[in-house]
């Protein structure tokens, strides 16, 4: 009888500190050196390399599903929120809607929202690809056939596209970024 409450005690225990690790959140530091560029198009062949930055935490849901909180740097394309009200989330297990990275701020004009982008990232957040929203006649948007990306890390396009090819594989439905 002693025996079965010690073994009940230590699987509670197990189970106590397996669910402490699954739902606890996983600090995220990435300070890469990227490559910002163009896809398609008479810019394709040109970038610059861009050092990026994201600083947060990564949970998951009883799913298992992943949501990174947290602030994004790119060099060279700045977010729309002032500093200090940077602090974003975005679901990374979902389809392209939820991936958006929408920045919400309030300063003496009121409220305000904008859409800066959508991050892919890797499990172990060491390998990123963010789609950077432009400007469209009345809206924002992003293209396939030229659109801007910053991939991370990367030192040339090439390394660039691949890191984007892979993290977006799923959503692209077979489209190959070029």
Do not use: C
């Not at 990435?30 to 398609?40: F, I, P, V």
């Not at 594989?169 to 190959?176: L, N, S």
């Amino acid at each position: 009888m002693k025996k079965k409450i010690i073994a009940l005690i230590a699987l509670l225990v197990l189970v106590v500190a397996a669910a402490a690790w699954w739902f606890w959140p996983k600090p995220v530091h990435l300070d890469a050196q990227g490559w910002s560029y163009r896809l398609g198009g008479q810019d394709a062949q040109q970038g610059q390399a861009a050092k990026v930055v994201l600083d947060g935490e990564v949970w998951r849901d009883w799913t298992g599903k992943r949501t990174f909180s947290g602030t994004i740097e790119v060099e060279g394309h700045e977010a729309p929120a002032p500093e200090g009200q940077r602090k974003i989330q975005v679901r990374l297990d979902e389809g392209p809607a939820d991936r958006v990275v929408v920045y919400g701020w309030i300063d003496q004009d009121g409220p305000h929202t904008e859409a800066y982008g959508a991050l892919y990232a890797n499990r172990g957040m060491d390998k990123i690809a963010l789609r950077l929203f432009e400007s469209e006649g009345m809206g924002k948007g992003w293209s396939s056939a030229s659109g801007l990306i910053v991939s991370a890390p990367a030192s040339d396009r090439e390394e660039a596209l691949n890191v984007a090819n892979e993290l977006m594989e799923k959503d692209m439905q077979g489209e190959i970024l070029k």
